[in-house]
């Protein structure tokens, strides 16, 4: 006698991002970070990367049709309660993504690519100006200090510098911004700065400083580089816990507080400094 089908019916969360032949980043991260967190993920490749855990080699961009193709067929199919957005790789494709996101009833957060590890700039001018309106539209923005320093054009070294920039991002649009501490000094400690526009907005003037909230988060930085797919995966499991219907500081606060058992034990493998384990998220599913 066949057995009875005991399917489960998890929440659904969109990666829109480009693919890490080496598996540790990209959408390959960011669905592993999704599985953790209890959320069916599905995914739209925006490019294809030819990487390992020493490098990328090669990137190729996927067609902006195709891009739109992808998207439609996910939007057809599920209920996406969530987006994450991660490497766009060309002006064109974050117009695209931009205006495919525009009619989509769920949060999105944005992971801006736009500066590798060595600080090399990922981006032609023209996408890194694409980028306004996609944060415009971002439920939250997640840069680090090197990727916040573009967006807001002014450096980015300190905590008070991170707040300052994540309120001119709010200022921008975006509903929330969490500009990450990783490459802020080389102390013990990292703190992420959680800014989040105030209920009720306000002016506040040209940096949004009267209606946005700050929040930090310390934790103890963990002795490693091999850091890659950090920012997919953080991204990503915030993504997730929104799908989930979590509140946006809810989520920010146990995706950040998880991100050190996941650098902790992270994967060994490959030549290079190896990548993060998104499975190893505490207070995952």
């Known amino acids: 006698m066949a057995s009875a089908r005991d399917p489960v019916s998890p929440p659904v969360a969109l990666a829109i991002a480009g693919s890490d032949a080496g598996g540790g980043a990209g959408i390959q991260a960011d669905l592993k970070a999704m599985t953790a967190h209890g959320v069916f993920g599905t995914s739209v490749a925006t490019a294809t990367t030819a990487q390992n855990t020493r490098g990328v080699r090669d990137v190729h961009a996927v067609p902006p049709a ?9 939007f057809d199919d599920f209920d996406v309660g969530a987006v994450k957005t991660g490497m766009l790789a060309t002006a064109e494709t974050v117009e695209t993504v931009t205006g495919l996101l525009a009619a989509v009833d769920a949060p999105v957060v944005v992971d801006p690519v736009m500066v590798a590890a060595s600080g ?6 023209e996408a890194e100006a694409a980028y306004d309106g996609l944060i415009e539209a971002a439920t939250l923005v997640t840069p680090n200090a090197d990727e916040a320093a573009v967006l807001v054009d002014g450096p980015v070294e300190t905590p008070a510098d991170a ?84 509140p946006l500081r809810e989520a920010v606060a ?24 998104p499975t190893a998220f505490d207070g995952g599913a």
């Open 254 to 277: 146990a995706a950040v507080d998880g991100m050190g058992p996941a650098i902790r034990r992270g994967y060994d493998v490959g030549e290079g400094p190896g990548a993060v384990n």
């Open 66 to 74: 195709h891009i739109a193709s992808q998207c439609d067929a996910v």
């Open 120 to 125: 090399d700039r990922l981006l032609s001018p």
């Open 163 to 246: 707040e300052r920039a994540g309120r001119e991002l709010v200022a921008a649009g975006a509903d929330a911004a969490l500009v990450k501490g990783g490459h802020i000094g080389d102390g013990e400690t990292v703190t992420d700065t959680l800014v989040v526009e105030s209920e009720g907005g306000g002016d506040g003037g040209s940096d949004g400083s009267g209606s946005a909230t700050a929040l930090r988060f310390e934790n103890p930085r963990v002795a490693t580089d091999a850091t890659h797919g950090s920012g997919c995966a953080l991204s990503s499991a915030i993504a997730a816990r929104l799908a989930r219907g979590e």
